[in-house]
């Protein structure tokens, strides 16, 4: 490969959440908070960024903006943004926004919290599916709205809608809004064109909007393709699409996302709240990273499939009654394990003192997660192989 995946980086001293926040993130504790473990000896399973060096070609654009020495208020006027972010997913994707859609947002988290505020009227429900990223349930939390799981079906491993639980729930006159993730977080299932058309009707004919996070779609394993909900209802204004380069090119912190609002009502409350202004040093990056990027995350997107492969194995030799299945996109692993645990163990802190492994338990993601561990697998396959001894050797006593 031309770059270097295995390289091990120090994160230290960078007041990185991966280092230095997982006591506050994970375990809602002090930083004064012992573990059996040092900080230096735990491997870090649990925070979606990426062990990678972020593309050169990112940062010599950013180092060319650095240059110009000034750094004030900053819209994004040159269309060559838009140019490069266009033609990112009609490569991708095969399609594209309108101009006058995109708006952008320091992070999608913080749209979903404004997006909400703006679709909902306060007696109104939001519908997701669990298990679910949390923050989709944070955002109807914050804003006082009522939320409705609808737990998607497990068979051995593989994800699918339970269609008529959704319908159900979509037709109920206060149900206005469904938070999708497309593809999936934590499952990493990537939905196909019936899935996602069966999906839409349903909320069409309930007369429910939908907010469509699809950031991970550009990190599918190789040979699969993102299906945008968008692209199949091009002439609807239903749909609200995020997107962004944080995970895909490992630059979460500069924060910066891409929301595509069809919707003229949303769109002019939006304008008239959203404070709109962007970080010079942010639009640099995500402008190089959808123009120059492709060749490195197509090597990524390999040695990624490569983690997959290597944790697939390995829990089949050594953790025989997990239940794990190659996730279709993400850098994250699901993981079933409850055949080695009790239903109400707290997975985090039995890892994080018991074998020192940082991550995430099931009880993070909603509901329809008990027993259930996420990995991230985006980091030097040595140190994946380290992650996946320790736990099964903790797993196995």
Same mark, same amino acid.
Not at 295 to 305: G, S
């Given at each position: 490969?031309?770059?270097?995946? &295995?390289?091990?980086? &120090?994160?230290?001293?960078?007041?990185?959440?991966?280092?230095?926040?997982?006591?506050?993130?994970?375990?809602?504790?002090?930083?004064?908070?012992?573990?059996?473990?040092?900080?230096?000896?735990?491997?870090?399973?649990?925070?979606?960024?990426?062990?990678?060096?972020?593309?050169?070609?990112?940062?010599?654009?950013?180092?060319?903006?650095?240059?110009?020495?000034?750094?004030?208020?900053?819209?994004?006027?040159?269309?060559?943004?838009?140019?490069? *972010?266009?033609?990112?997913?009609?490569?991708?994707?095969?399609?594209?926004?309108?101009?006058?859609?995109?708006?952008?947002?320091?992070?999608?988290?913080?749209?979903?919290?404004?997006?909400?505020?703006?679709?909902?009227?306060?007696?109104?429900?939001?519908?997701? *599916?669990?298990?679910?990223?949390?923050?989709?349930?944070?955002?109807?939390?914050?804003?006082?709205?009522?939320?409705?799981?609808?737990?998607?079906?497990?068979?051995?491993?593989?994800?699918?809608?339970?269609?008529?639980?959704?319908?159900?729930?979509?037709?109920?006159?206060?149900?206005?809004?469904?938070?999708?993730?497309?593809?999936?977080?934590?499952?990493?299932?990537?939905?196909?064109?019936?899935?996602?058309?069966?999906?839409?009707?349903?909320? *069409?004919?309930? &007369?429910?909007?939908?907010?469509?996070?699809?950031?991970?779609? &550009?990190?599918?394993?190789?040979?699969?393709?993102?299906?945008?909900?968008?692209?199949?209802?091009?002439?609807?204004?239903?749909?609200?699409?995020?997107?962004?380069?944080?995970?895909?090119?490992?630059?979460?912190?500069?924060?910066?996302?891409?929301?595509?609002?069809?919707?003229?009502?949303?769109?002019?409350?939006?304008?008239?709240?959203?404070?709109?202004?962007?970080?010079?040093?942010?639009?640099?990056?995500?402008?190089?990273?959808?123009?120059?990027?492709?060749?490195?995350?197509?090597?990524?997107?390999?040695?990624?499939?490569?983690?997959?492969? *290597?944790?697939?194995?390995?829990?089949?030799?050594?953790?025989?009654?997990?239940?794990?299945?190659?996730?279709?996109?993400?850098?994250?692993?699901?993981?079933?394990?409850?055949?080695?645990?009790?239903?109400?163990?707290?997975?985090?802190?039995?890892?994080?003192?018991?074998?020192?492994?940082?991550?995430?338990?099931?009880?993070?993601?909603?509901?329809?997660?008990?027993?259930?561990?996420?990995?991230?697998?985006?980091?030097?396959?040595?140190?994946?192989?380290?992650?996946?001894?320790?736990?099964?050797?903790?797993?196995?006593?």
């Amino acid at each position: 490969m031309k770059y270097n995946f &295995d390289e091990v980086i &120090d994160r230290k001293n960078s007041n990185a959440m991966n280092t230095d926040g997982f006591r506050e993130y994970i375990f809602h504790a002090p930083q004064d908070m012992k573990f059996p473990y040092e900080d230096d000896e735990f491997i870090r399973m649990w925070i979606a960024d990426m062990e990678f060096a972020t593309p050169q070609v990112i940062i010599d654009e950013v180092k060319k903006r650095l240059d110009k020495r000034i750094f004030g208020y900053t819209k994004i006027f040159d269309p060559k943004y838009f140019e490069a *972010f266009s033609s990112w997913t009609k490569n991708l994707c095969d399609w594209s926004c309108k101009k006058e859609d995109l708006v952008t947002s320091p992070g999608i988290i913080p749209a979903l919290y404004e997006l909400v505020e703006y679709i909902c009227k306060p007696d109104e429900k939001i519908i997701i *599916f669990t298990p679910s990223y949390a923050y989709f349930k944070h955002a109807a939390d914050y804003n006082n709205m009522e939320l409705v799981c609808s737990p998607l079906k497990n068979e051995d491993g593989y994800y699918t809608i339970d269609l008529e639980d959704f319908e159900e729930k979509a037709k109920d006159e206060k149900a206005k809004l469904c938070i999708f993730c497309n593809p999936h977080n934590p499952t990493g299932r990537v939905w196909k064109e019936e899935e996602l058309r069966k999906f839409a009707d349903i909320c *069409f004919a309930n &007369d429910v909007l939908v907010i469509s996070d699809e950031i991970h779609c &550009d990190l599918l394993r190789t040979g699969k393709k993102h299906i945008p909900l968008a692209k199949l209802y091009p002439g609807s204004d239903k749909i609200i699409t995020c997107m962004a380069p944080s995970k895909t090119f490992n630059m979460a912190g500069l924060m910066f996302s891409n929301i595509i609002i069809p919707n003229k009502e949303i769109m002019q409350k939006w304008n008239e709240r959203h404070y709109s202004f962007e970080n010079p040093l942010s639009v640099a990056s995500a402008q190089a990273a959808y123009a120059y990027g492709l060749e490195w995350l197509t090597e990524l997107k390999l040695y990624l499939d490569g983690n997959f492969e *290597f944790a697939e194995k390995y829990l089949k030799e050594h953790l025989p009654k997990a239940v794990f299945k190659i996730s279709e996109a993400t850098y994250l692993g699901w993981v079933d394990i409850n055949a080695y645990v009790d239903k109400d163990c707290d997975l985090p802190l039995l890892f994080a003192n018991k074998a020192g492994v940082l991550l995430e338990g099931g009880d993070m993601f909603v509901g329809n997660s008990d027993g259930f561990i996420r990995l991230n697998l985006a980091c030097p396959r040595a140190y994946l192989e380290k992650g996946l001894e320790r736990i099964c050797n903790l797993l196995n006593k």
